[in-house]
């Protein structure tokens, strides 16, 4: 089977290091050397386009714009992108996620695609008025889902869970397609979530021996619901015409950032309930001197990205055969989808389309 690529919109803001982030009040602190206004935005999902990516992944959470606004403004500036719109359960009702799905994919002519952030951080989701507690916040996402594909079904749908009720929850109309769910989350609590549900199990960047672990798991729990799951993992890139300037564009990155600011930042990752995010703080330690190739968990795998960042924290890093080495190799464990971005998004959109791509095409991946 071949693999599908997506880039990353960047609707925090975008510059030429990790920490830089959008605000729209620009007394709150520093700002992004790009701010996320549509026509940046545009022009990053215009070179997605442009280079063959499948679609991009828009985040959701406090320090970005909102992904289903932003990505509907950028339908009519592309053609045929998709747009991997991240949301989270816990702030919106399930049927009214449905009719958005529904009129999205009708003006959009079917380029919808929906990623579901249960959310691992407690005072995140209470700044959105959600009290639930890690496993009652999975418990609700299962509900949330069942109902969302039972409103699709076209027919007046009733559900009575623990956390979710609804009573002859209908639409205008079915989305036609029905949006595939991108579905993350590494514990206990999230795995069954995934078997039942996702179309797509996505992990973060962990080295490959980890990543064929959880697919595994995932895939004999799906295979109980007499389900198929395919898998995706999210992943920053850093790729060059050398190896050299390729780590020597991680150096940058990671001469970048001060101790100050990798020892707030992981202060803040260690509160995090999610699994997925401990497990991406196990893997560096937060050791900004450990040096950029000291980072390197898997060969042209860095993790120094979770340093500072949240959520996706490792890198592939190396010229463009070893970059598709290792895309190759996750392949190889079953991984058909790979969810990629890199700073700035604008440029490293191009330098993987116009380095890597063509490696993949090669190789027979495409």
Request: with cysteine; glycine share 10%.
């Given at each position: 089977?071949?693999?599908?690529?997506?880039w990353f919109?960047?609707?925090?803001?975008?510059?030429?290091?990790?920490?830089?982030?959008?605000?729209?009040?620009k007394s709150?602190?520093p700002?992004?050397?790009?701010?996320?206004?549509?026509d940046?935005?545009?022009?990053?999902?215009?070179a997605?386009?442009?280079?063959?990516?499948?679609?991009?992944l828009t985040?959701t959470g406090?320090?970005?714009?909102?992904s289903?606004?932003?990505?509907?403004?950028?339908?009519?500036?592309?053609?045929?992108?998709?747009f991997?719109?991240?949301?989270?359960?816990?702030?919106?009702?399930p049927?009214?996620?449905?009719?958005?799905?529904?009129t999205?994919?009708?003006?959009?002519?079917?380029r919808?695609?929906?990623?579901?952030?249960?959310?691992?951080?407690?005072?995140?989701?209470?700044?959105?008025?959600?009290?639930?507690?890690?496993?009652?916040?999975?418990?609700?996402?299962?509900?949330?889902?069942?109902i969302?594909?039972?409103?699709w079904?076209?027919?007046?749908?009733d559900?009575e869970?623990?956390?979710?009720?609804?009573?002859?929850?209908?639409?205008?109309?079915?989305?036609?397609?029905?949006?595939?769910?991108?579905f993350?989350?590494?514990?206990?609590?999230?795995?069954?979530v995934?078997?039942?549900?996702?179309d797509?199990?996505?992990?973060?960047?962990?080295?490959?021996?980890?990543?064929?672990?959880?697919?595994?798991?995932?895939?004999?729990?799906?295979?109980?619901?007499?389900?198929?799951?395919?898998?995706?993992?999210?992943?920053?890139?850093?790729?060059?015409d050398?190896s050299?300037?390729?780590?020597?564009?991680?150096?940058?990155?990671?001469?970048a950032?001060?101790?100050?600011?990798?020892?707030k930042?992981?202060?803040?990752?260690?509160?995090?309930e999610?699994?997925?995010?401990?497990?991406?703080?196990?893997?560096?330690?937060?050791?900004?001197?450990?040096?950029?190739?000291?980072?390197e968990i898997?060969?042209?795998?860095?993790?120094?990205?979770?340093?500072?960042r949240g959520g996706?924290?490792?890198?592939?890093?190396g010229?463009?055969?070893?970059?598709?080495d290792?895309i190759?190799?996750?392949?190889?464990?079953?991984?058909?989808?790979?969810?990629l971005s890199?700073?700035?998004?604008?440029?490293?959109?191009?330098w993987?389309?116009?380095?890597?791509?063509?490696?993949l095409?090669?190789?027979?991946l495409?």
């Amino acid at each position: 089977m071949s693999v599908k690529l997506h880039w990353f919109l960047p609707t925090s803001g975008d510059g030429r290091t990790i920490v830089e982030r959008f605000h729209a009040n620009k007394s709150q602190g520093p700002t992004a050397q790009r701010d996320p206004d549509i026509d940046y935005l545009a022009q990053v999902a215009q070179a997605a386009e442009r280079m063959g990516f499948e679609g991009v992944l828009t985040p959701t959470g406090t320090w970005c714009e909102d992904s289903w606004l932003t990505t509907a403004a950028l339908i009519r500036e592309t053609k045929t992108l998709k747009f991997l719109v991240a949301f989270r359960p816990g702030t919106i009702s399930p049927t009214l996620a449905a009719q958005m799905a529904g009129t999205y994919q009708r003006i959009s002519g079917g380029r919808l695609l929906l990623n579901i952030v249960t959310g691992g951080d407690a005072v995140e989701q209470r700044r959105f008025g959600d009290w639930h507690d890690h496993d009652e916040r999975y418990a609700r996402t299962d509900e949330f889902l069942s109902i969302l594909r039972g409103v699709w079904s076209g027919k007046p749908f009733d559900f009575e869970g623990e956390h979710l009720r609804v009573a002859g929850a209908t639409t205008l109309a079915s989305p036609t397609p029905t949006p595939e769910v991108y579905f993350g989350g590494s514990s206990p609590a999230a795995l069954p979530v995934a078997a039942r549900h996702a179309d797509v199990y996505l992990t973060w960047g962990e080295p490959p021996a980890q990543v064929a672990e959880k697919i595994g798991k995932v895939r004999e729990l799906a295979e109980e619901q007499g389900r198929k799951v395919r898998f995706g993992v999210r992943l920053h890139t850093i790729s060059r015409d050398s190896s050299a300037e390729a780590w020597a564009e991680a150096q940058k990155l990671l001469d970048a950032l001060s101790p100050d600011q990798v020892e707030k930042a992981q202060k803040q990752l260690a509160a995090s309930e999610s699994i997925g995010q401990q497990r991406m703080v196990a893997l560096h330690g937060g050791a900004l001197d450990a040096g950029v190739r000291g980072l390197e968990i898997h060969p042209n795998l860095w993790a120094g990205v979770g340093l500072v960042r949240g959520g996706a924290g490792t890198a592939l890093v190396g010229n463009h055969a070893e970059v598709a080495d290792l895309i190759e190799e996750y392949h190889s464990l079953g991984v058909d989808e790979f969810v990629l971005s890199g700073y700035p998004h604008l440029e490293e959109a191009y330098w993987f389309g116009e380095g890597v791509r063509p490696e993949l095409s090669r190789r027979g991946l495409l």
